[in-house]
């Protein structure tokens, strides 16, 4: 796995043990890449995103390759050490927040400009971390949302792509 855009385009990525996440597939990240920049005009430079249920980190970190601020969000200590080591790598700071999703602290700033979501597909949570990511303010209604699951979820100015058994919903949260 590597960055496919921006100042850090190529630069390899560790990864953890499959045992302990789901990576996005290079193809579905470019994907979803062309989809921000085409279809909803998305510039990453200066703005604010939260890679929830991050695993290696590699969506935050190319969103910090076109130069956003990133927060990476997982419940897993070993998720978040190879996140860690990504951003040493490269040489930029994040936040980093060890925690559950959908127990995730209230944002004492304002809310993020893009979420992407990625949680593990069996658990079906998308819609209640949703709801608890607006309740702590952490997304608003003009916040991007981008929702990596095996179903659809139907939001506000909705663009579904499919890939196989992976479907990523784009839009804006309506909860």
């Not at 959908?102 to 893009?114: Q, V």
Request: charged share 25%; with cysteine.
């Amino acid at each position: 796995m590597h960055i496919i855009h921006g100042q850090f385009k190529k630069k390899k990525l560790l990864m953890p043990p499959p045992t302990l996440t789901r990576p996005t597939s290079q193809s579905i990240k470019e994907s979803i890449f062309n989809v921000l920049r085409h279809r909803y005009n998305f510039n990453f430079e200066g703005k604010n995103v939260l890679d929830g249920c991050c695993g290696s980190g590699s969506i935050g970190i190319e969103m910090m390759s076109l130069g956003a601020q990133a927060i990476f969000v997982d419940e897993s200590k070993k998720a978040l050490d190879i996140v860690q080591k990504n951003l040493n790598a490269i040489e930029k700071k994040a936040r980093i927040l060890c925690c559950d999703i959908l127990k995730i602290p209230t944002n004492p700033c304002h809310s993020m400009d893009l979420i992407f979501l990625d949680p593990p597909y069996h658990k079906k949570i998308i819609p209640d971390i949703l709801a608890s990511l607006k309740q702590r303010r952490w997304i608003n209604d003009s916040t991007l949302c981008v929702l990596e699951a095996q179903e659809n979820y139907m939001l506000d100015k909705c663009c579904i792509k499919e890939y196989g058994q992976t479907v990523v919903s784009f839009g804006f949260s309506k909860t």
